[in-house]
């Protein structure tokens, strides 16, 4: 679950020069003029992002952009700014009035579910993240074992479910024709 930063009702404007004062280290989305401090990750958290990006990278078209965490997504739905884990847009990259941080076409969004903010991402995000009307694919990633669901777009308002499990499962996108191993993502990845 995420919980506002504070009581403060931002504007765009306000919630970008808040974002710039801020931690660094720290990732914000602006949700109908809240603000929401999306806490910082674990090191495997980290390594399923990187492998999810280096794998999208090597396999996708060199025309399309693979963007990390640190890439906001303009949301009308949420009135705001979101972060997904990882994102591609394959062009035209379409930045919000030429923020070249800001991105409103994505193809591909993966989020990586975290113990704060898993119920989140397959819920109130989710709903946000269907009302992009260039989105392919949805991606969750269980960063705790061999867990892949994927959400395909197959019409306006419909979608397609696939749950992969363990690490010989053979995940495909079906936007961009690309398959690998479910247990790539998880390369350096430790259980304990």
């Not at 990750?41 to 965490?69: D, I, K, Y």
């Not at 700014?81 to 379409?94: A, G, I, K, R, T």
Request: one cysteine or more; proline letters at 7%.
């Amino acid at each position: 679950m995420i919980t506002p930063t504070d009581e403060k009702r931002y504007t765009e404007t306000e919630f970008w020069a808040f974002v710039e004062a801020s931690d660094l280290h720290r990732r914000h989305e602006l949700i109908r003029g809240e603000v929401f401090d999306l806490l910082g990750s674990s090191a495997n958290h980290n390594s399923v992002v990187t492998n999810m990006a280096t794998l999208l990278n090597q396999g996708l078209p060199e025309t399309c952009r693979v963007f990390g965490p640190d890439i906001w997504l303009k949301s009308e739905a949420a009135e705001g700014y979101l972060c997904p884990d990882v994102s591609v847009v394959c062009p035209p990259v379409d930045f919000f009035q030429e923020r070249t941080h800001v991105i409103t076409n994505p193809e591909l969004i993966v989020e990586v579910l975290s113990p704060s903010t898993a119920d989140y991402d397959r819920g109130e995000k989710w709903g946000f993240y269907q009302a992009i009307p260039s989105l392919q694919d949805y991606v969750l990633i269980n960063q705790d074992r061999h867990q892949l669901a994927l959400y395909h777009r197959t019409g306006p308002q419909r979608w397609d479910y696939q749950l992969f499990h363990g690490p010989e499962a053979e995940v495909v996108l079906p936007s961009n024709p690309l398959s690998f191993p479910l247990g790539e993502l998880f390369r350096r990845v430790v259980w304990e």
